[in-house]
């Protein structure tokens, strides 16, 4: 057995036994840890992605304070588009910014190839260096998002509740939008083996804003995209197949691929699990906002999820979506001892 | 049979058959019309809502324009709690923002009684003139909030993405939560029975947001609240219960009550109507965003919606949810017509 292979999450997302349940959680790394935000002080949001060093620092920081089962590489899912030549912006507490939104067919034909060791390069070397520096029982996820979710936010030109533009553009421009995801998808793919290559164990794919489409519109205009990201990568590597109100679409993502498919907390872990089936694993699923309440207010909630996955092999814990940053860092820590300590068998 | 019930939408509501498939549109009277436009041009928006006269007018524009079945009440699900206390404004573009939201049991204490009469009494007189100028083949259909999208605006301040402060109360204030949700319960049951009695044919309770919860959140945290307002009211007026979001709590939705459940689009709608069970009819479930593109591409949708309904009594058709702002009006005719000569049986 090699050291990887011994990776309690590496070896969930194979659907193998593990003597507890694994545990890490989405967006781990961030503004809720004071070691995030003195970090952060001193450089700004882009540049903390840009700068390995600085990067792997903040890869590393919830490993050592949680004790979490997996690292997740810290970088933002539009690093990767910046070459289309959009215009993005990370506005001081506002989220990422697109200047010039793609909102029609010629909007898509004037996009400029996207050069990935350009854009992303130096997320492989921050993915060497926390490679080097983690323990061998700690996993380390890469991650990209998933060719709708990054569209969303390049016609949209940032976060939206509608999504109303995405959807205009698919529903009266379908092959330029065929035609954008494609470049994403071909980007994407490119981008994670890189990381793959680089050291990262597995790859979480997060397709997070995908759940304000119907599964008619999935399966047109996004389902083949992700497919195509995912059979593209390298073979032996689990794929975490990741969005969030998906209740209606998990059969669908499941079809487009991933070994472990991400629920979130409006699906019960159970049915979420029964809608996927029984040759994937699941990853989820407590309700972040859980944790803004004191431990003894979410233990039973833990129990209950730990309880729908029943034992069964290929349950590695996780929020439903990422750690809000009001979150106090001593529940986030009440709750990994508390998955460890519930779960062990 | 009285007039009333020939009306096609409450035949439907009963699940009568009916010779075409009754529709009418969430916010079919709004901003996207230009004669609210012009309206709304003279009048402050709450001042719109209070103005009987002017909510009469407004109510009725889209019945003349567009020949829907149903007239919707013109009126502001946050009227009803002005009474509270909370500091409730309509800032001009922002929608509704409350100052002084309850996120505490002390806040929860606080709260004034609501005194429907004087914070929605002009609401009735609103339902009395429409009913006297609207055909009697056009059915006036009341609406009200539902206890917990609500209190999420009471709790939150105003409209959100994540419903941190809302969740945060319920589960570290379990008993001030409910006491909240029964002081709305409360006044929506005697808001709606008031507007039954000042002449609304159907009533439909909007819990829009409640979508952010889990099953198990709902059956504890929102059920109980929602079933006791649909117990209380009038008996033989059609109920619909509508959110969004909504695929994992429909049947729990079903269990708190209503005639007919409504549906958004991320539910195919002959699943939804699986899951909340033949004994209700269903209202939906279109896309709004559909409506952006030209009705060539909103057609095969509407065709596959009518399909999945196969005829059944009991359909009503509808949008997922509200118009948006920024659909051409003759779309929306468009859909109207479509829905009635697709449906001619």
Known sequence: MSAADSTLLLRAAR??????????????AGRYLPEYRALRARHGFLELCRNPQA??????????????????????????????????????????????PVRSEADVARLKPIDVESSVGSVFETVRLVRRELSPAVA???????PFTVASYVVEGGASRDYLHTKRLMYE???????????LADATAT??????????????????????????DYREH?????????????????VIHFGT?????????????????????????????????????????LDPAALLARPAHF??????????????????FNLGHGVHQDTPPEHVQALVDMVHELSAR
Chains 1, 2 share one sequence.
């Open 15 to 28: 659907r193998e036994p593990t003597p507890v349940t694994p545990v890490w959680l989405m967006r781990q």
């Open 55 to 100: 990067a792997a620092e903040v890869t590393l920081q919830p490993v050592r304070r949680l004790g979490v089962d997996a690292a997740i590489l810290f970088a933002d899912i539009l690093l990767l588009v910046e070459p289309l030549g959009v215009g993005l912006e990370f506005a001081a507490g506002e989220g990422p910014v697109i200047h010039r």
């Open 140 to 146: 380390l996820i890469g991650f990209a998002g998933a």
């Open 173 to 183: 421009a379908p092959a330029a939008w065929h035609r954008l995801m494609d470049v």
């Open 191 to 216: 981008y994670l083996n890189g990381q793959i290559d680089a050291g990262a164990q597995a790859v979480q794919l997060f397709d997070s804003w995908v759940g304000t489409l119907g599964p008619d």
């Open 222 to 238: 996004v389902l083949p995209h992700t497919r195509s990201v995912i059979r593209a990568l390298r073979p032996g590597v689990p």
């Open 245 to 285: 109100g998906t209740a209606t679409l998990l059969p669908l993502m499941r079809e487009a691929g991933g070994d472990v498919i991400g629920l979130d907390w409006r699906v019960p872990l159970d049915a979420g699990w029964a809608a996927v089936g029984p040759d994937v694993g699941v990853q989820g699923n």
């Open 299 to 316: 233990r039973e909630r833990v129990k209950a999820i730990l309880a729908r996955a029943a034992g069964r092999p290929g349950h590695i």
